[in-house]
């Protein structure tokens, strides 16, 4: 009798092209060429502007302001509630504009603002991330899918580099021990857990990466001639791509749900592959 070969389920075309948007909003233009459009190109590489105090207080500042919407995120852990949103539907809008607000903030009051805008802006953009989530169909009701929210924070200090050859997939790889660790354990302990050393640690490793695209926020909002229409015009950059990786992020998880990691991740190398120059 003959052996019939099973072979692996492949991704559908609208899967697929699902697939290849993904890739190309985590692999677009970086932050800072972004905030360098929005200031009129007059910001080339804003990032290393920064004096190293003002680099330690924006290091200790992005810590706090991710430490503080985590606890607002854990606090909302509940079941998933039943709902008529299709997904790719999102009130990114809402959150943009007012992650703008929060920006004006800091463009009038410059870095004396930074421990008061941040927290808020970061509170802001971690609910339209989770929206975000919801809309692929992420479960928030279970600590993984609301680490993952927070692990978008991490995913964005490499841009335009390849999704498989170091970029998006190296920087979750990078995360991955301690973001399950962290979700057993706040499954377990629920809200008590946020201080735990291993999501601390956690929080550590997100912080040390999403500082960089605060660093180059903060050098922006300090350009002279950036004021308070300048500050907003900034947070709504900064916010427009952290929403587009959070589109990104949660496409893939969706199709890795539905097919495996192991599978969207060969599809991506071949669509990587075939985007090559010959």
Request: charged share 25%; hydrophobic share 45%; aromatic share 4%.
């Amino acid at each position: 009798m003959a052996m019939i070969e099973i072979l692996p389920p492949r991704l559908s075309k609208p899967d697929r092209d699902d697939l290849e948007r993904a890739l190309a909003l985590v692999e677009r233009d970086s932050l800072a060429s972004k905030l360098s459009r929005t200031l009129g190109g007059r910001v080339a590489w804003i990032g290393n502007r920064l004096p190293s105090g003002a680099k330690r207080a924006v290091a200790v500042a992005t810590e706090g302001a991710l430490k503080a919407a985590l606890r607002m995120a854990v606090g909302t852990l509940r079941p998933q509630a039943k709902t008529n949103k299709k997904p790719g539907i999102a009130s990114e809008r809402w959150h943009k504009a007012a992650a703008a607000a929060s920006g004006a903030i800091g463009g009038a009051f410059g870095f004396a603002a930074l421990a008061v805008e941040l927290p808020v802006s970061t509170t802001i953009l971690l609910r339209s991330i989770a929206d975000i989530a919801r809309s692929e169909g992420e479960d928030l009701s279970a600590p993984e899918g609301l680490l993952s929210c927070l692990e978008v924070f991490a995913l964005g200090d490499e841009p335009g580099e390849s999704a498989i050859e170091g970029g998006y997939f190296a920087a979750r790889a990078m995360l991955a021990e301690s973001v399950n660790e962290s979700a057993r354990y706040l499954l377990r302990a629920g809200l008590s857990g946020e201080t735990a050393p291993v999501v601390v640690r956690l929080v550590s490793q997100i912080a040390a990466r999403f500082g960089v695209a605060v660093s180059e926020k903060v050098a922006a909002q300090a350009v002279p001639i950036v004021g308070a229409v300048g500050g907003a015009a900034i947070n709504a950059a900064f916010a427009d791509h952290f929403q587009n990786l959070a589109r990104g992020h949660f496409i893939i998880r969706r199709l890795e749900r539905r097919y495996g990691a192991d599978l969207v991740q060969e599809e991506c190398r071949r669509l990587t592959t075939l985007k090559k120059p010959v």
